[in-house]
């Protein structure tokens, strides 16, 4: 079975116990919190040690704008996607943020951001909400897809979130199980319609912990059906699939941290992510051991393609851009 683990650290140094964790063949990736980060140095320094331990390590973070930031002092402070939406010239802008953005997480020495968010906002998700650029799905196709563009040319890959769209379920799968009763017909219509338009564009995808129950009983990170069925069999895609965090509440429907992590790998997931909460990861490393599991090669695209270090700020584009999203009052 091919799969992976992404798991996370307490504090802003490796402990011991982190050591002895991330030398485990089965853990592919890192993901790095508020808790870890002091300011850009500091996290140079901690990607650099893991690097040393690791270099084969997928490193990220969630540095979307707006609310879900991780990476704050001493880092831009980058608006909430419907806030570019909502200004004038906004592709362009979208494309000097994507670029802004990369830029500084592959200057601390990180390979990706968890961006973008493909959800519409349909007014009814408070989780999604201004993380969304529109609730119109071709327009917001078309400046996630000027985010992406800036992405890939500081040298990130993207991953599209959360497929197959989490704006309709009210409810956090943070702390609940949300559900979206609408049928397919009504998901291709609407809220699939960023995936299909960007999956060219995307190196990966991460699944709702969402049920759509016309569709199938489970959520979508554990199903057969929305992973290999309908992304890699209808729509073709071939790149990474990252499982959301298989702490969330979202995820309890399917059982213990070893359930979870064997139904996300069974249904199709390259990675899954089991972050705040040790003693879940020990538990979901054991299961990967048991199942024996290997590593999909595919997860070696979403390296980061850049030096770590503040050269980027040298960069011409880098002062253009900024001064581009200030002229936008999108940044102070």
Same mark, same amino acid.
């Given at each position: @079975?091919?799969?992976?683990? @992404?798991?996370?650290?307490?504090?802003?140094?490796?402990?011991?116990?982190?050591?002895?964790?991330?030398?485990?063949?089965?853990?592919?990736?890192?993901?790095?919190?508020?808790?870890?980060?002091?300011?850009?140095?500091?996290?140079?320094?901690?990607?650099?040690?893991?690097?040393?331990?690791?270099?084969?390590?997928?490193?990220?973070?969630?540095?979307?704008?707006?609310?879900?930031?991780?990476l704050r002092q001493g880092f831009v402070r980058l608006p909430a996607m419907r806030r570019i939406a909502e200004a004038a010239n906004a592709e362009y802008l979208a494309e000097q943020c994507g670029w802004v953005m990369a830029s500084e997480v592959l200057g601390v020495?990180?390979?990706?951001?968890?961006?973008?968010?493909?959800?519409?906002?349909?007014?009814?998700?408070?989780?999604?909400?201004?993380?969304?650029?529109?609730?119109?799905?071709?327009?917001? *196709?078309?400046?996630?897809? !000027?985010?992406?563009?800036?992405?890939?040319?500081?040298?990130?890959?993207?991953?599209?979130?959360?497929?197959?769209?989490?704006?309709?379920?009210?409810?956090?799968?943070?702390?609940?199980?949300?559900?979206?009763?609408?049928?397919?017909? !009504?998901?291709?219509?609407?809220?699939?319609?960023?995936?299909?338009?960007?999956?060219?564009?995307?190196? !990966?995808?991460?699944?709702?912990?969402?049920?759509?129950?016309?569709?199938?009983?489970?959520?979508?990170?554990?199903?057969?059906?929305?992973?290999?069925?309908?992304?890699?069999?209808?729509?073709?895609?071939?790149?990474?699939?990252?499982?959301?965090?298989?702490? @969330?509440?979202?995820?309890?429907?399917?059982?213990?941290?070893?359930?979870?992590?064997?139904? *996300?790998?069974?249904?199709?997931?390259?990675?899954?992510?089991?972050?705040?909460?040790?003693?879940?990861?020990?538990?979901?490393?054991?299961?990967?051991?048991?199942?024996?599991?290997?590593?999909?090669?595919?997860?070696?695209?979403?390296?980061?393609?850049?030096?770590?270090?503040?050269?980027?700020?040298?960069?011409?584009?880098?002062?253009?851009?900024?001064?581009?999203?200030?002229?936008?009052?999108?940044?102070?």
């Amino acid at each position: @079975m091919q799969g992976a683990l @992404m798991v996370d650290v307490a504090g802003t140094w490796l402990s011991a116990e982190d050591r002895h964790l991330l030398r485990q063949p089965e853990v592919r990736g890192l993901i790095i919190f508020a808790r870890n980060i002091e300011h850009p140095r500091q996290v140079r320094e901690l990607t650099a040690s893991i690097r040393a331990l690791r270099p084969d390590l997928i490193l990220a973070v969630d540095q979307e704008g707006g609310r879900v930031q991780r990476l704050r002092q001493g880092f831009v402070r980058l608006p909430a996607m419907r806030r570019i939406a909502e200004a004038a010239n906004a592709e362009y802008l979208a494309e000097q943020c994507g670029w802004v953005m990369a830029s500084e997480v592959l200057g601390v020495g990180l390979d990706l951001s968890f961006a973008p968010v493909l959800d519409l906002d349909h007014g009814r998700s408070a989780v999604i909400g201004q993380r969304a650029f529109e609730t119109d799905p071709a327009r917001a *196709a078309l400046l996630a897809g !000027a985010f992406i563009r800036g992405m890939n040319q500081a040298g990130m890959a993207a991953c599209g979130k959360h497929f197959p769209g989490h704006g309709w379920a009210e409810a956090d799968s943070h702390v609940a199980i949300p559900v979206d009763e609408r049928d397919l017909a !009504a998901l291709r219509q609407q809220d699939l319609i960023p995936f299909t338009r960007l999956l060219g564009q995307l190196a !990966a995808v991460m699944p709702a912990h969402v049920i759509y129950p016309q569709v199938d009983e489970r959520p979508a990170g554990f199903s057969p059906r929305w992973l290999q069925g309908i992304l890699r069999g209808e729509l073709g895609f071939d790149g990474v699939i990252f499982s959301d965090d298989l702490s @969330m509440a979202g995820a309890h429907v399917v059982g213990d941290a070893a359930a979870r992590v064997e139904a *996300a790998f069974s249904a199709g997931c390259d990675m899954g992510l089991v972050c705040n909460d040790r003693a879940a990861a020990e538990l979901a490393l054991s299961a990967a051991q048991r199942l024996k599991v290997t590593p999909a090669p595919r997860i070696a695209r979403m390296a980061g393609r850049a030096t770590p270090g503040r050269e980027y700020r040298q960069h011409p584009r880098w002062l253009h851009a900024l001064g581009a999203l200030r002229d936008a009052q999108l940044i102070d």
